[in-house]
């Protein structure tokens, strides 16, 4: 067993930053535990967020943490909860359970319940501390860190929220066990999205350990995670509110959001964002940025680690539709698509240090047509 801390530092942090810290194989009661009676001894109140997957899975632990005086909410799963409805009813639990501006919460689970709490955290009272603990991939190396928080609305993907960091992100690699393989799976796509646009080493990683990943080895999970929580690291720390160079973590997002807009979240974030970079590649090789090869390495990665890298069939002869749902997208501007274009494997193309591009409408219709026809239609 070892844990690896790494101390993230931005603006808006305190002066000492937080802490992230990497279990490899402990699973967070412990933890909890020790968070527990640090709280008591300080005599400050705490409450624990969770989702009903997680409930599932830990219900016993979860029954001893209740036991021990916490409250535990449970929340439904899945992207289409994480909207103000649910957003109020964390605020109503925790006012119902005393608990106030000196208190912390705590988030148990994947991206929804961080982005949920952090949100919660960053308004209730104007502001209070709260804990993240991810539970899937994409949480441990992308949501956690950065201190982005908000919901979805119906008029696209977190369109509301606040920055508001976390004290601390415990990271327990033996919450991955549990996942279900598509879950997994899918969560490889910010993986991937880390390697291609800051680090070609782990792009060449990743490739030569397709085996390592998909049995879940966990020396192989635990520098691949550190390595991701290191380049969100970096960024974030240049560029805290995005105003510039933070924009390239959105590579794949732009065209991801909308598609998963549109299909109500039946596509999954990691689906819908692995499609995303595989059409902004496209634009990247078309608009003369990328060449052809890396084009075609980046479809192969995607294809190596099981996502999706071409637009699904209910989106055949609807492509302005993405483009309408795209300007739903917090980067767009007066009716013009912005994306984060990548320039090779590792590097993404500056634009003037803005690291955005712009698409009229009909340049992006062309570009998508275009690449709908270099990759046909995904079955489903």
Known sequence: ?????????????????????????????????????????????????????????????????????????????????????????????LFKNKITRSSTVVALGGGVVGDLVGFVAATFMRGISWQSLPSSIVAMVDASIGGKTGIDTPFGKNLVGSFHNPKEVYISLALLSTLREKEYRNG????????????????????????????????????????????????????????????????????GHGLEWLSAFKLSHGEAVSIGMAAEAYFSYKLGLLSHADFQRIVELLSCLGLRASMPAWSHGKIPEPYKACLLDKKASASVFCFSAIQSIGRMHAAGGEYLLHLERRQFLLLMRDFCGQLPFAKT
């Open 1 to 93: 067993m070892s844990c690896q801390k790494i101390t993230v530092s931005t603006a808006s942090a305190s002066s000492t930053g937080y802490a992230v810290l990497i279990e490899d194989s402990s699973y967070p009661w412990e933890y909890l535990s020790k968070l527990h009676e640090k709280f008591r001894k300080e005599k400050k109140q705490v409450a624990l967020i969770t989702d009903s997957n997680m409930k599932r899975c830990y219900k016993a632990a979860l029954d001893e943490l209740r036991d021990e005086g916490w409250p535990i909410l449970a929340i439904a799963a899945g992207e289409g909860h994480k909207n103000a409805a649910t957003k109020e009813k964390i605020e109503t639990f």
């Open 188 to 255: 490889f796509a910010e993986v991937a999205k880390h390697a291609l646009i800051a680090d070609r080493a782990l792009y060449q990683f990743l490739k030569k350990n397709i085996e390592n990943i998909q049995r879940r080895d966990m020396k192989t999970l635990q520098a691949i995670v550190r390595k991701n929580v290191l380049i969100k690291k970096n960024v974030v720390t240049e560029d805290e509110r995005e105003s510039g160079l933070r924009r390239i973590l959105n590579f794949g997002h732009t065209v």
